[in-house]
């Protein structure tokens, strides 16, 4: 029987579908956990990547925080904060975070960084206060690579946050941890596609986004650039 199979036959069982284990408890214990990080991660970066950006500063700072990003062992550093603080049930919190800050902040800064100067001098030219050029000029051009950042985020914190499993609590993951602990690979197979799909689903959500709010002309000049 294939993997396709054996995931498919565990998705359409009844009991996946009711009580404290269920596919909605786990899914919603999932977004409670990506949603929270996301948020803190927005709160952090998308303000820092803004200000960076339109004071053309922070560069060799943006380029370092995106290379550590990309070398931090997330589990390994669950571990350390769960151990460091005790055992504490918020310790997903701080590699969720850390994965998710540098991808929003990266492309932030690069997006405002790379708007016409041409355009903010025309702005600055008919009167524009500093913090109007960012925010009526710079940053509504900014906004497919914002939302790039904010989607690649997103989809790394939905893909990770089943680590939340490993330190006991609960998730998607908890369907891979269990199942590999039991031998129970339908379980794992069966877990790990709804992560799958919910990945999907947040590409999907993002796309649209994307359609909805930025102006085919920008949509266009990103594709091209």
């Known amino acids: 029987m294939s993997y ?3 995931a498919w036959q ?3 069982s009844a009991q996946q579908w009711h009580g404290p284990d269920s596919i909605p408890v786990r899914l919603g214990q999932h977004l409670v956990y990506t949603g929270i990080a996301l948020g803190i991660a927005i709160v952090i970066a ?9 004071l053309r500063r ?7 925080l995106a290379n550590f990003g990309r070398a931090l062992p997330t589990l390994g550093l669950l571990v350390l904060v769960f151990v460091l603080t005790a055992g504490s049930a918020a310790s997903w919190l701080v590699p969720l975070t850390f994965l998710a800050i540098p991808p929003i ?3 932030t800064y690069e997006g405002v960084l790379g708007v016409d100067p041409e355009l903010t001098d025309a702005a600055r030219g008919m009167g524009m206060t500093g913090r109007q050029v960012l925010f009526k000029v710079e940053m509504p051009v900014a906004v497919p690579l914002i939302l790039l950042g904010l989607r690649i985020s997103a989809i790394q914190v939905v893909a990770t946050a089943t680590i939340a499993a490993y330190i006991g609590l609960g998730g998607l993951g908890r369907y891979i941890f269990d199942g590999l602990a039991s031998d129970q690979y339908n379980v794992v ?5 709804v992560i799958v799909l919910l990945a999907l ?11 909805l709010i930025v102006p085919v002309g920008l949509r266009r000049q990103a594709q091209n650039s």
Do not use: C, E, K, Y
């Open 4 to 6: 396709f199979s054996i």
């Open 10 to 12: 565990w998705l359409i």
């Open 46 to 54: 998308l303000p820092a990547g803004l200000a960076m950006g339109h």
């Open 58 to 64: 922070g560069g060799f700072a943006v380029v370092t």
């Open 105 to 107: 902040l990266v492309n």
């Open 189 to 193: 197979a069966g877990g790990a596609a």
């Open 201 to 211: 689903a947040v590409q999907g959500v993002f796309i649209l986004l994307r359609w």
